[in-house]
């Protein structure tokens, strides 16, 4: 068996048999887990692959998660509202990253911050149709034509596979002709444009998929909460977002993974002590920016390297040199 298949294969049995050991709440608690790991990853890969830093990717989670509430009264149908989603946010983000990615580092910043709050601003100021500031609940059935799944572990089993399946795609994106050309423009842009890459065309369809990404997570997190609130569009929510990527490893699929499980349960288990739990995240977020450049993912593949006998550097968790098939 290759080297590279154990720590997958593992994951998944874990993955399986974690329903059966859990408690209801931790099994419930997992499944955010996913839907989180999923914005996550959608986010990191406009922050470690495209070097986009937005604070408005929530509100393609808001518009996810309103998207399940308002075609749900239509067709309560699991695959329209969630192609509904898609289309919606992916128009969206299409739109918005044309006009945004015109300008580049915190002119881009604050665009997206303030698209954010336009979002949220509509969310919380339409009452009659959003339901303001107290939300609206979901009556959606989530069924994929295998009947409904309103059982815990029915919907952990869904979500596991929709984080299995958005890995998967984000993994064969980045290692595709585009996305080595989309990691080339963050290492180098100014040499991806001496070799005529479109630079906007590349960022704008980054900007793209994560956007539909982040509104499919939304989507999820309708289904499993069956409510929606303005809270969903926050700004801090993006800001959350990007504190577990660059906790869990920024540059790196998993990454965003381990950073979503340290922030979602360290925020369920310690907030049931204090409402200042998050001071600790704030600590843990110093830490690894003052002391471990590439996250948990870094510190990880470093241990790795250390037991496997590589004494490669471990610094750079996705970085290598642009490959040269760029040229051709």
């Known amino acids: 068996m290759k080297k590279g298949l154990i720590i997958p294969l593992i994951a998944g049995v874990v993955i399986c048999v974690l329903p059966f050991i859990l408690p209801t709440y931790g099994t419930m608690l997992v499944s955010e887990l996913f839907i989180m790991s999923i914005f996550a990853m959608s986010l990191g890969l406009l922050m470690g692959y495209s070097g986009l830093i937005s604070f408005g990717h929530a509100a393609f989670f808001g518009i996810g998660v309103y998207t399940v509430a308002f075609v749900s009264k239509m067709a309560d149908n699991a695959y329209v509202i969630m192609i509904a989603a898609l289309i919606i946010c992916g128009l969206l983000a299409l739109l918005t990253g044309i006009l945004f990615i015109r300008t580049t580092g915190a002119y881009f910043i604050m665009l997206t911050l303030a698209f954010n709050q336009l979002v949220y601003v509509l969310f919380y100021k339409l009452k009659n149709i959003t339901g303001g500031a107290d939300g609206m609940s979901i009556s959606a059935t989530l069924d994929l034509g295998f009947g409904p799944l309103t059982e815990t572990n029915e919907t952990y089993y869904v979500m596991a596979v929709a984080f299995a399946l958005c890995y998967l795609f984000l993994h064969l994106f980045i290692h ?32 793209t998929i994560a956007g539909m990404m982040g509104g499919f997570a939304g989507t999820l997190y309708g289904y499993n909460n ?39 349960i360290l925020q369920s ?36 390297k250390k037991l496997s006998g590589n004494r490669q550097p471990a610094d750079e968790v996705h970085s290598r040199p642009l490959d040269s098939s760029l040229e051709n």
């Open 176 to 207: 595709s002709p585009s996305g080595k050309v989309i990691i080339g423009i963050k290492e180098n842009e100014a040499r991806m444009k001496a070799l005529g890459y479109n630079i906007r065309y590349y960022k704008v369809l980054s900007y």
């Open 226 to 264: 069956l409510f929606a609130a303005p809270e969903s569009s926050s700004w801090m929510l993006s800001g959350q977002a990007m504190i577990m990527v660059i906790i869990g490893g920024e540059g790196t699929l998993i990454g965003g993974s381990l950073g979503a499980a340290v922030f979602v």
């Open 269 to 304: 288990l310690i907030s049931s002590y204090t409402d200042h739990w998050t001071i600790i995240m704030g600590l843990i977020f110093m830490a690894v920016v003052l002391f471990a450049r590439g996250g948990i993912a870094g510190i990880m593949k470093t241990v790795w």
